[in-house]
Structures are given as structure tokens and as C-alpha cells.
């Protein structure tokens, strides 16, 4: 029973895929090609073979299904399934320019799929376009059938009808032959051809014009007839009367219809009417061309007629006198018509009027009005009239100027002594232009035009003392009349600084530590001023005040000597800005350090005196010392011994203890002298006056 599983399991393992598919055995797609023959270039009516080659690698003997699939710009064209490995052929016979494209070839084998590169062919040349027309003689409005014909094309197709050179209709088709309709509606010979373009996305290609097929048509002798009378010359306001009707109508026609028209205005129409009549009075402004118009089925008839028509007067002329007019003052309105037919009426014979009629003017003659301008715009339209006929001119526009007021003058930004500035003067109201003088002591000095509302009258002078701001008026003026004049300008004259000065307070001669300084700045020129205060090596300043007065002070409370320096002041005010001279402050000593320095000097002097007349006297009682003990011996024998007395007192014993080193007379040797022996006296040596000192030689 083992054994049968084992065998049953090896059978089915070679009959399924590893994946879970049934593959009786194992393949692999190596290559798929596509070949166009004769050529990937071609002329129409060439037998086309596309060719696919699939090669494939197979383990065993069994024969797969090959699945083959042929595109042409991406469309499926040609599918087929084989079991053999023969190549595909795919067939385009008698190949037209539709077969143009980009072909590929697909080959599926079970669930894997190949393609081929893709490969273009061209196929070049259309066949010659042909024409057939179902009539050759027709008569005008008849219908005639034109039948366009490429032979052995095929694909997307556009043919193009053409008459006498012309192209008047097109139509498109998936077939290879279109066919229209045509009427012709003006009599005489016509002649008839067609193309047709085959579309091959992206491109198309355009064939050659077809045979020529003539059409001779033949006029219906249906006509219109436009008739306007009077037939004599027509003037303004003379009635017309217009007649539109047909001429050798069939009794057997079809349906028709009449229009009567002047220009643009359809004046009359009748469906199955034969006749149109209309009267009107003639104008010499409107259109003079008029038009009787038939039609009948597709077929036209037009009769036209210009009419020309005398003026009897022109149109009128509006003019206003003064050019310029101002709120309620006095105007004059006269119209006028320049000419006038003289043979049917006078001048007097016209008359005007104003449109609006509630126009404030007056009537003051034949086509004068006069009376006061209006606060605001208005518009005036003159109307003329005679025999029935009015006549408008255009509108003239009247827009009253406003009289100028009185200007203000002031300084635009700041009056500064000795240099320029700019006087500005400005009317609140008054019609442009304006004319702005400015005076000086009445006197003028310069004057501008303001065109523009964005314009300013800006003067620019220079004074070199503050009362002459006020001799300074301007006046505005935009008339005849006299123009208005400001008041004189007031405004504050701004004196540039000068003269800055630094004052030290107390002196510098009393400038001691401990103290108070005071440094007072004053200068010459118009407040607000402000002061800086700086001491040199220093970029900040030590204080910053703004005053109405022309002067500061800057404070320093207790002074040192770090306080010494050199110090100076800026100050500012809306015309300019001065710098002072330098002032050296040097810091001196306090009085009671004075003091105390004397002192301890003299001290120091006394002590040095003190010292010097000590050592003085010291060294005076060590020679007398040394001169009292200095004794010369005779020559003693060996064995005999020297006995010296000694007077000692207690100065001489304290001067002697004093005293320097003395010299003893063998070479190279100091002694104490009497230091030494002193020293080497009994205790009770102090107590005694005399003493002996024995001697050994």
C-alpha cells in the first residue's frame, strides 16, 4: 500500500506546476519577431505580409497553444490561437493608405506573455477621386444629387465638394463614397469636382481633385419689381409711396414669400402675397437703399433701388457765449442751421427750440436764449423744425466754473532764518485753472498756474529778518475779475543757533575734591532747544535735556579726581545744531589733605633735624672720648707691669660705648679701643671714680 502511494505522488507531482498549475512539461519564451513584407514602405494596391516569429524552448515532446494577437497603434486587429510553431502571417491585401500604422505582434503561452518591437508601415498613394452628377441641365432652384466616389479606399474618410473653384460643402464618412445635395440659385454654366482626405491618426493624406462635371442652369422667369414714387426729385417731408410685387408668376409654383426693406428695417413681408405696398415720408438721414425680395422654394429674387433725398435744412449748430461761463452769470444759447433748400422754404420758416424745455434760458429770438448759468452741469440740445421735420443737433455740455475763494497762505514746514523755505497758498474752492501770485509788500513777486486738482501753489523765499514773514500775502485768481487776496502770513520764525558758550561755575581755580561744578551752556537762536552734554573719550552723552530757554545747566554734586576732563555741549532746534568749545576741568586736592601733607612734611623735617644734631653731637663726644683715652706708654721692661688710672664718669662711659672702632696701630687690626676694655671692666665698674688697670707688655 506504501509503495502505491509513493508512485500515485511522483505521478502527480510531474503533471503540476510548483505554483499549483498544470504544465505537462517546462518552456521558456526566448524571442518574438515581427517582419513586414515586401517592405516597411509600400505603394498602394501592394500585397502586405506581416510576419510573427515566436521561438520558444521546450522540455519533452508535447505541443503547447500559442495564442497570437496583432495590434496597430495599440487596437487589437488579428487574434489566433495555434498548436504549432509555424509563424503567424497575417494578411493585408491590395494594402491601401489606411493600412499605415505602428504594428506589434503578442505571443501568450499559458500565463506567459511576450511582444514583439514595434515596426511602421507606410503606404503610400490614393486612388483618383470620382464624380457623377444625376442631372447636367437643371433649372435655377432645381436639385441636383453629386455622388463623390474613392475607389478601393478605406477608413476614416472626409470628402470635399467644390463649385466653380470653390469649396461649399464637406462631409465625412467610414465608407468610400459620400453623396449631397446641391441647388443653384444663379443662372449660367457651373462646374462641379471633389477630394476626400483619409484620416490615419496622426496623420492624414490628401488626395487629387476629381474629373470635372459641368452643370448649365437655366433662369426662372419669375422676377421682383420695386417701384417709389414720385419719380421726380424727392426733398425732406415729401411722401413715398413704395411698391414691392412679382412678374410672371406660375400659377403651378410652389409656396413664396415677399420682403419689403429700407437698410436694416423690415418694412413689410407677405407669405403667398404677390404685392407689398407702404408709404412714409422721406428722410435724408435714413438709409437710401431699398429692397424688394422673392423667394421661392431655394430660388432668390432681388430687385434694389437707391433713393436719393435733398435736405430741406441741415442739422443745427449749438454754440455758447461767454466760452466760459460761471455760476449765475450771464449766458447766451444760439442754434443755427448752416444750410436750407431756399426753393421750398425761407429761414424764417425754421424754428428752434431747447431740449429740455424746462431749461431755465429765455427765448430772446429766433434760435437765441440767454439767461443765468446753473450751479451745476447740465445739458442742451437744440431742435429745429420745419414742415413736419426735426431736426437735433448734438448735445452741448455746459459746466459753470466755481469763482475762486479767497486763498490761505501758510509755510509749508517750517520758516528758518536765512535760509529757504516754501510759502504755500490754497483756495478751498474754484474752477481750474488758477493763477496764484505771490506778493511782498504788495509788491509780486512770482506767480504759477494750478491745472490740476493734484497740483500746489508752492513759493519758495529766504528772509534774513523775522518781521519780514508778515509782508507776505498771495492772491488767487481764475476770471476777469479781480482776484481775492489772503491776509498777511503770520508764523513763527525760526532762528538758527549760534554763539554756543560754556560756563564753568565755580571757577576752575576753585575746583577742589568734595566739591560742586556747575557747567551753564547757553547759545544764540530760536527754542525748543535741546542740549547734549559730553566729556571726551566717551560716545554717550552725560545727559540730554530740551529747553524753552537758551541755556542748561549740567550738575555734577561731588567732585574727584576722575571728574577732570575735558567737556563740551551740542545743542539742537528745528534749524540746525552747534557744537561748543572745550572746556579742561582739572580737579584739585581738598584743603585738609593740603593740610595734613604740610604737616607730615614739617614733621618729617623736624625728625631729620632732630637726627642729624644727635648724630652730630655723637660723633663729637667719641673723638673726645677717644682723645682722653689715648695715652702713650714708656718702653717697659718684660717683667714689669703698667698700671693705667682710669678717671671714668657716667657720660664717658656712655659716650665711649658709642664710639666707633679705633684703629690700633698694627697693620690689618681694628679694635674696639676703649669699647673693649670697658666692656671687660668689673660690675661694680660704674660706682667707682677711678680704676687701675694693670698692664702686661
Known sequence: MTILLLLTSTLLSSYFHPWGVVNAQSFTIRNITLSIEPSTDVTRDTNVT?????????????????????????????????????????????????????????VKIESREMSSDVKKLTVTGLSKPVLHLNKGVVIEGEEVTARCTAPGETGSIFFYFFKDSKEFQDKHTSSNQAEIKLHFSSVGVHKIHCSYTVLVTPESFKSEDSNNVTVSVKELPITAVLEIGPQYKIYEGDQLDISCSISNLLHNSESFHLYLSQGDSLLSSGNKTTTLKHVMVAKAIDPGEFECKLEIGNIVKVATKILSVTELFSAPTITISPAEVFQREIMKITCRCERYASERLTKEDVTYTLDPPQSSLNPGGNGVFSGRALHFEFNYTCVAEAKGIKKHSEALTVRPKVYVSVPRISVDGRAVLGKPFKILCQSDIGSLPINYTLFKDYKPLSTTSIKLSSQQAIFTVTITKP??????????????????????????????LSDPTVTVLPSLENLYEGGYLDLLCSIRGTPPVTFKWYREGREQPLSTTTSNQNYTKHNIPLLSKESSGRYYCEAFNHANNVRSDNVDIVVQLAQWKKGVIVGFCLLVVSVLVVLCVLCFR???????????????????????????????DTEVYNAASDAAPLYDGTEGRVT?????????????????SSYSIPATV
Open 50 to 106: 506581416l510576419r510573427c516569429q515566436a521561438l520558444v524552448s521546450i522540455s519533452g515532446q508535447a505541443v503547447l497553444s500559442r495564442e497570437y494577437t496583432i495590434y496597430k497603434d495599440s487596437n487589437v486587429v488579428y487574434t489566433k490561437t495555434s498548436s504549432t510553431p509555424e509563424d503567424l502571417l497575417y494578411l493585408l491585401p491590395e494594402a491601401r493608405v489606411f493600412n499605415t500604422g505602428k504594428y506589434k505582434c503578442t
Open 467 to 496: 518781521e519780514e514773514i508778515n509782508k507776505f500775502m498771495c492772491e488767487a485768481k481764475n476770471s476777469h475779475r479781480e482776484g481775492g487776496l489772503s491776509k498777511n502770513l503770520i508764523t513763527a520764525v525760526i532762528e538758527p
Open 618 to 648: 655723637s660723633k663729637r663726644g667719641k673723638r673726645e672720648a677717644a682723645a682722653e683715652l689715648s695715652v702713650k706708654p714708656p718702653s717697659p721692661k718684660s717683667d714689669d707691669s703698667l698700671t693705667v688710672n682710669l678717671t671714668y
Open 672 to 688: 674696639n679701643g676703649v669699647r673693649d676694655s670697658v666692656a671687660s671692666l668689673p660690675a661694680d665698674f660704674s660706682n667707682r
